[in-house]
C-alpha cells in the first residue's frame, strides 16, 4: 500500500534540452507530476527550462525555473520541506545532482527520502567498476573490463584485454566521452576525453564485442520484489553504434524463444542485486553465431528507451514507476488501458515498431556524418505497422527528409565505395544498405560488413524486389493492395508506375484499398480495449474504433525533434488541445514523436501515432 507519510515531492527536472537528454524526460516528469497529484500528493519541480509542458502551471503544484546545482536545491529544501525526492524522472543531470546531495549530507541533513530507487543502488549502476563487480559476484556475465583514472592505467588495462576496446565512462549521458580504441595512440585521445568528462574521473576500458547484437529489456519491480518485463527491443545496428543513434525494432525479431527467456531471466535477475524500485532498462550484447552474452549496463531511471517502450506498448512506465515510488505494489495498480488487468501482466505486441533516428549534421558545415559509441542524433520517430516493412517505411517517411527508403540516387555506385560506407556507419547507414542491396551485393557480405542481421537485411530485400517489380508490371488492385501492405506510399508509387499521385489515389479508393485504425491495447487484442491510442494499417480490413464524426478538431503535431523544431511546440500542441477540450471539442491528436507529452495516450481524446502526410 501507498506509504502516508509522504504528503510533499520535490522532483528535479533534465534542465535544458540536450543530446541524450530531450522530451522523454518532459514526457516522464509529466506523468510523475500526474500520478502524484492522484494520490493527493503536493509537487514541486526544479526545472529552468520553460519550454516544457510539465513547468506549465496547470501541472505541478510549484515550479523553480533555476539551475540544477545542489546549492539551489538545498535552499529549495530548506523553504519547501519535502517528504520524499524524485531523481529518476530527470535523466543523468537529475542523478548527478541527487548523488552529490548525497555526498554533501544536505539529503540526510533535512531529512529527505530518496523515493523509489535508492542512492546506494544509483551509485551501483552508474560506477561502471563497482557495477562490474557486484555482476560478477552474482554470477552475471559482463564484459571483460579494468577501471582507470589515468590514461597510463587505461593503457595498461588494454595491454592486458588487447585490442579493440571500448571506453565507457562512470555518470555521463549519451555516451559521452566513449569511443573504440584500435591502438595506444587512439586509446590516449579517447581516455583523456573521456576522464575529463566523468564526474568521478573514472573510465571503464572494456573487450570491444564487435557485430554483436544489442537487445534492451524494459523491467519494472517494486518494493516487494514483483517483477515484470515491459518491453525487449532489438537494435538493427549492432553493438558499437549508440542505440540512440541506432534503428530500434520492438518486439525483438531475431532472437529464439530460449534466447528471449534467458535475456528476460537475466534481466529481472539484474534489477534485484541492484535493488532497483520503479522502471529499469538493461542493455546486452549477444553473440549471433551462439548463446554467449553480456551485460552491458543498465540506466536505473527513466531514460528515452523507457519513453520509446511506454508509447511501443501503451504501458504507462513514468506514471507506474512514480507509484511503486509512494509504496505501491505492481499487483495493486490496474493496467489504465484494459482496466481489468494489473500492472503486473506483461504487455503483449500484435504489430511491429521501428524507431529511427534523425540527425541535422547538413546544418553544420564540414561535420563528420559518423555514428559510433557517442549519441549524436537530435530527435527520433516511431512507427508502428502490422510486419516490419510497413513500419520501417513509415518510420523513413516520418523523419522528413524528403525522400523515401527506396530513394538512393545520388550515393555511391562503385562496389569498392559501398563496401567502405558499410563498413563505417554514417547517418546514411540505412540507405547505403538499400543501395547495397539493388546493386546485387549478397546479404551475407552486407552482414559481414554491418553486423546487422540477415533477417532484417531479407526483408529490405522484400521492399527493393517489390519496386522493382511495380515498375514492371501493369497496375492492378492486388499489386497495389500489396504495395500498400509492404509501407509503400502513393507517391512513391506513382513514381514507379508513371502515374501522378493523385491518380494512384483515385485508384485505390475505387478499389477500396484504405488503411483501417488500430488500437494499441497492450494485450494484442486478448482483453477488450478501453484506448483511443490508435495507428493506421493497411495489414487489416476493419477499424477497431467508430467514427462519430462529430465536433471533432485535429491538432497536429510537431514529429520528430530537430535543430530549430524542440519541445517548445509540443507545448504549444498541449496547451492548444486542453484548451479546446475545454471548449468541448472532442481533440485528436496525430503525431510520430515518442518523446513527447503529446503523444501521451490519455492527453487528449484520441491519439494517432501517425505519419505528418497529406496521404495519411
Not at 216 to 222: C, F, N, S, T
Not at 515 to 528: F, G, H, K, N
Not at 588 to 604: K, W
Amino acid at each position: 500500500m501507498r506509504d502516508q507519510t509522504i504528503k510533499s515531492v520535490l522532483i528535479v527536472g533534465s534542465g535544458a534540452i540536450k543530446i541524450g537528454e530531450a522530451g522523454e524526460f518532459d514526457y516522464s516528469t509529466s506523468q510523475a507530476i500526474k500520478a502524484l497529484k492522484e494520490e493527493g500528493v503536493r509537487t514541486i519541480v526544479v526545472n529552468p527550462n520553460i519550454a516544457t509542458v510539465h513547468t506549465d502551471e496547470k501541472f505541478a503544484d510549484k515550479v523553480y525555473s533555476v539551475p540544477i546545482r545542489t546549492d539551489y536545491l538545498e535552499q529549495i529544501i530548506a523553504d519547501e520541506k519535502p517528504d520524499g525526492i524524485l531523481l529518476g524522472f530527470g535523466g543523468q543531470t537529475a542523478l548527478n545532482c541527487g548523488m552529490e546531495l548525497a555526498e554533501k549530507g544536505i539529503l540526510e541533513k533535512y531529512d529527505i527520502r530518496v523515493l523509489g530507487t535508492g542512492i546506494s543502488s544509483i551509485e551501483i549502476a552508474d560506477n561502471r567498476e563497482l557495477f562490474k563487480q557486484t555482476m560478477l559476484s552474482k554470477g552475471i556475465p559482463v564484459p571483460r573490463s579494468g577501471k582507470a583514472s589515468t590514461v597510463e592505467a587505461a593503457l595498461v588495462v588494454a595491454s592486458s584485454i588487447g585490442y579493440p576496446v571500448i571506453v565507457r565512462v562512470a555518470y555521463t549521458l549519451g555516451g559521452q566521452g566513449s569511443g573504440v580504441a584500435h591502438n595506444d595512440k587512439e586509446l590516449r585521445e579517447i581516455a583523456r576525453k573521456g576522464l575529463s568528462y566523468s564526474r568521478i574521473r573514472q573510465v571503464l576500458v572494456e573487450e570491444y564485442l564487435d557485430h554483436w547484437k544489442e537487445i534492451e529489456y524494459e523491467v519494472m519491480r517494486d518494493k516487494d520484489d514483483n517483477c515484470t518485463i515491459v518491453c525487449n527491443m532489438e537494435n538493427l545496428d549492432p553493438m558499437g553504434i549508440h542505440t540512440g543513434d541506432s534503428i530500434v525494432v520492438a518486439p525483438s525479431q531475431t532472437l529464439t524463444n530460449r534466447e528471449y527467456n534467458l535475456l528476460r531471466e537475466t534481466g529481472q535477475s539484474v534489477v534485484r542485486v541492484l535493488g532497483i524500485v520503479g522502471e529499469c532498462n538493461v542493455q546486452f550484447a549477444l553473440n549471433p553465431q551462439n548463446e554467449e552474452y553480456r551485460v552491458i549496463e543498465v540506466n536505473s531511471r527513466l531514460s528515452r528507451s523507457s519513453a520509446l517502450a511506454s508509447k511501443a506498448t501503451g504501458y504507462p512506465i513514468a506514471y507506474l514507476a512514480a507509484k511503486l515510488a509512494l509504496g505501491y505494489t505492481l499487483p495493486e495498480l490496474s493496467n489504465r488501458i484494459t482496466g481489468v488487468t494489473t500492472a503486473c501482466f506483461e504487455p503483449s505486441l500484435d504489430y511491429i515498431v521501428v524507431k529511427m533516428p534523425r540527425w541535422d549534421f547538413q546544418k553544420f558545415a564540414n561535420a563528420s556524418h559518423d555514428i559510433g559509441t557517442q549519441m549524436r542524433s537530435v530527435g527520433e520517430v516511431m512507427a508502428i505497422g502490422t510486419c516490419f516493412e510497413e513500419a520501417l517505411q513509415k518510420a523513413v517517411r516520418m523523419l522528413d527528409l524528403g525522400r523515401e527508403l527506396t530513394d538512393t540516387e545520388g550515393l555511391a555506385r562503385s562496389t569498392k565505395r559501398l563496401q567502405e560506407e558499410l563498413k563505417h556507419p554514417t547517418d546514411q547507414r540505412i540507405f547505403y544498405v538499400v543501395k547495397a542491396i539493388q546493386s546485387k551485393i549478397g546479404i551475407e557480405e552486407i552482414t559481414n560488413l554491418t553486423g546487422i542481421d540477415g533477417w532484417f537485411l531479407e526483408k529490405i530485400m522484400g521492399i527493393v524486389e517489390f519496386d522493382r517489380q511495380l515498375r514492371r508490371e501493369k497496375i492492378s488492385p492486388d499489386i497495389v493492395r500489396r504495395a500498400k501492405q509492404l509501407g509503400f506510399s502513393d507517391r512513391k508509387i506513382s513514381e514507379a508506375t508513371n502515374r501522378s499521385e493523385e491518380n494512384i489515389r483515385k485508384y485505390r479508393l475505387a478499389n477500396g484499398i484504405v488503411p483501417c485504425s488500430r488500437q494499441i491495447d497492450t494485450l494484442a487484442a486478448e482483453w477488450p480495449a478501453k484506448t483511443n491510442y490508435l495507428y493506421l494499417t493497411y495489414g487489416g480490413t476493419q477499424d477497431d474504433i467508430q467514427y462519430p464524426g462529430q465536433n471533432s478538431l485535429i491538432v497536429l503535431g510537431s514529429g520528430c525533434y530537430r535543430i530549430g523544431s524542440s519541445v517548445e511546440f509540443d507545448w504549444c500542441c498541449v496547451n492548444m488541445g486542453v484548451a479546446l477540450r475545454k471548449e468541448g471539442r472532442e481533440v485528436i491528436m496525430i503525431n510520430c514523436n515518442p518523446e513527447t507529452v503529446s503523444t501521451d495516450f490519455d492527453i487528449l481524446d484520441k491519439l494517432y501515432f501517425e505519419e505528418l502526410t497529406f496521404e495519411r
